[in-house]
C-alpha cells in the first residue's frame, strides 16, 4: 500500500471517529436538556458538617416541604410548578428561617448544576437544573436534593410518581430500564464533563 493511501485511510477513520463522538455528543446533550427541562430540584446546604449543623439541615428541610409538598401536590407541568416555587419564596424563606434557629438563610430559585445523584428507583445524571436553592450560613456543609417536581421528596414510590410527567424515553433512561445503562452512563458523563468545564471558567 502506497503512503498517501495508508494516510487516506488514517484520515477517513479520524474524520468517522471525530463524527460520531459529535453525535454522541450533541445526543447526550439533548438527553440530558430534556431531562432537566421536566424537573424541578430542591438543594438544602448547611453551614457546616458539625451533627447540630446537619440536623438543622433537616429541620430546615423538612419546613420548607411541609410549605411545598401541598401547594405542588396539584401542579400539572413544569411551568405550573415553577409559577407556584416563584410565588411561594417568601413563605419557604419564612419556614426554613423559622427552622434555621437564627442562623442566615438565602432562597432562591434558578439554574444549579447537579452532580449524578441516586434516588429510590431512579438516578439522575449530572446537569443543570431549575433549582430552588435553600443555602444556611455559608453553606459549607453536607447537602440535601431531591426533586420537588414532580413532588417526589415525601413520595414511597418516587419512581412511580415521575412517569407522568417525563417523556417515556427519557423516563427510561433515568431508570435504566431495558438496558439503557450505557445510554444512561453517556449522558452521565457528559453532564459531569459540562459541569467540570463550567467549574473551571
Same mark, same amino acid.
Given at each position: 500500500?502506497?503512503?498517501?493511501?495508508?494516510?487516506?485511510?488514517?484520515?477517513?477513520?479520524?474524520?468517522?471517529?471525530?463524527?460520531?463522538?459529535?453525535?454522541?455528543?450533541?445526543?447526550?446533550?439533548?438527553?440530558?436538556?430534556?431531562?432537566?427541562?421536566?424537573?424541578?430540584?430542591?438543594?438544602?446546604?448547611?453551614?457546616?458538617?458539625?451533627?447540630?449543623?446537619?440536623?438543622?439541615?433537616? *429541620?430546615?428541610?423538612?419546613?420548607?416541604?411541609?410549605?411545598?409538598?401541598?401547594?405542588?401536590?396539584?401542579?400539572?407541568?413544569?411551568?405550573?410548578?415553577?409559577?407556584?416555587?416563584?410565588?411561594?419564596?417568601?413563605?419557604?424563606?419564612?419556614?426554613?428561617?423559622?427552622?434555621?434557629?437564627?442562623?442566615?438563610?438565602?432562597?432562591?430559585?434558578?439554574?444549579?448544576?447537579?452532580?449524578? *445523584?441516586?434516588?429510590?428507583?431512579?438516578?439522575?445524571?449530572?446537569?443543570?437544573? *431549575?433549582?430552588?436553592?435553600?443555602?444556611?450560613?455559608?453553606?459549607?456543609?453536607?447537602?440535601?436534593?431531591?426533586?420537588?417536581?414532580?413532588?417526589?421528596?415525601?413520595?414511597?414510590?418516587?419512581?412511580?410518581?415521575?412517569r407522568p410527567v417525563m417523556n417515556p424515553e427519557d423516563y427510561a433512561l433515568i431508570t435504566r430500564a431495558d438496558g439503557w445503562q450505557l445510554r444512561f452512563r453517556i449522558v452521565e458523563l457528559w453532564g459531569e464533563l459540562m459541569e467540570k468545564l463550567e467549574s473551571e471558567k
Open positions: 500500500m502506497d503512503k498517501s493511501r495508508h494516510l487516506y485511510i488514517w484520515e477517513l477513520s479520524a474524520l468517522i471517529t471525530l463524527c460520531v463522538c459529535l453525535l454522541t455528543g450533541l445526543w447526550a446533550q439533548g438527553r440530558e436538556a430534556s431531562i432537566a427541562g421536566q424537573l424541578i430540584r430542591l438543594h438544602v446546604l448547611a453551614v457546616s458538617d458539625e451533627p447540630a449543623e446537619q440536623a438543622v439541615k433537616l *429541620r430546615v428541610r423538612d419546613a420548607v416541604l411541609e410549605v411545598l409538598s401541598p401547594r405542588l401536590g396539584g401542579a400539572k407541568s413544569i411551568g405550573e410548578a415553577g409559577t407556584i416555587l416563584e410565588a411561594s419564596l417568601e413563605d419557604v424563606r419564612a419556614a426554613a428561617e423559622s427552622a434555621a434557629e437564627g442562623r442566615r438563610v438565602r432562597v432562591t430559585l434558578g439554574e444549579e448544576s447537579y452532580p449524578t *445523584r441516586d434516588y429510590a428507583g431512579f438516578s439522575l445524571p449530572a446537569g443543570r437544573y *431549575r433549582s430552588l436553592r435553600v443555602v444556611l450560613g455559608e453553606g459549607e456543609g453536607r447537602n440535601w436534593w431531591c426533586v420537588v417536581f414532580p413532588p417526589v421528596c415525601l413520595s414511597a414510590v418516587q419512581r412511580e410518581a415521575l
